[in-house]
């Protein structure tokens, strides 16, 4: 699409984010290189932008935008440093999106309001150090007891999970076996702070040194069940 093409609302956000990069991104965003430092105050100055919330609701705090928006929006942040591009993108698509779209009503409004103003990110872990592509070699297991879900397992690769902000991160672990003998994989929210969940080694990266990426260890980590997640997204299950 060419930019004439884009809608009013759509080119100034387009020129806001570029703008945005160009005056407070790349002068300072070296330096966060050099140390491999998380840039806290580019983040927190993108989430008063509203870009963290572009594709939700107002209801939940968002902008009520479109995925279209936050793909402009990530165009123009990752021209001048695909660090910060990734950490709104993760923070998006893996933190809130799938509380938005499969989590329990009670989740949305506890979580989705902060995630969208930028003040928290949501962490999204699915790759383990057996399992990455093949989201069926999952090892990380969840069994229900007492009404929580007990966790065990090793994410690799988590992006947004070790931040001073990170409020949450959905894992995937297996609950059981299918009839036809494959995993059911299951999705969990476990807070940040939960006991047993410990975040692991930072990842020293040969790029996006400024973004958050660590390996995440769940030894016997309870999370209760939420007692509402069957109104949650059909044909999911989240808990
Ligand atoms: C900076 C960074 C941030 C990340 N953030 C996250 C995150 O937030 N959450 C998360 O869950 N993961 C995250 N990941 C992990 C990323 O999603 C995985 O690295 C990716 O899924 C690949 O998995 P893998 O590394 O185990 O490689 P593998 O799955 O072992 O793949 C290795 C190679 O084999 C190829 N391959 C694999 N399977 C097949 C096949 N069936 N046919 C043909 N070729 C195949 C792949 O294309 C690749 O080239 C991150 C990784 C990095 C580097």
Known sequence: MN?????????????AVEEFARS????VIGDF????????EIIAKMGR?????????E?????????????????????????????LEAGVSLGAMPIFRFGTEEQRKTYLPKLCAG??????????????????????TARLEDGEWVINGTKSFITNSGTDITALVTVTAVTGRRDNGKPEISTILVPAGTPG???????????????????LVFEECRVPRPTSWASAGAGTRSS
């Open 119 to 140: 003040e928290a990110l949501g962490a999204f872990g699915l790759t383990e150090p057996d399992g990455g592509s093949d989201a069926g070699a999952t090892k990380t």
């Open 59 to 87: 209801e939940y705090g968002g902008m009520g935008g479109d995925y279209f928006a936050l793909c402009l929006a990530l165009e123009e942040l990752a021209r001048v440093d695909s660090s910060v591009a990734i950490t």
């Open 197 to 215: 969940f410990a975040v692991g080694q930072k990842y020293s990266k040969v790029g996006w040194n400024a973004s958050d990426t660590n390996e």
């Open 24 to 27: 407070e991104v790349a002068p």
């Open 3 to 15: 930019r004439h093409e884009l809608s009013t609302e759509h080119e100034d956000l387009r020129v």
């Open 49 to 57: 932008m509203g870009l963290f919330g572009l594709p939700f609701p």
């Open 33 to 40: 290189y050099e140390r491999d430092a998380f840039p806290y």
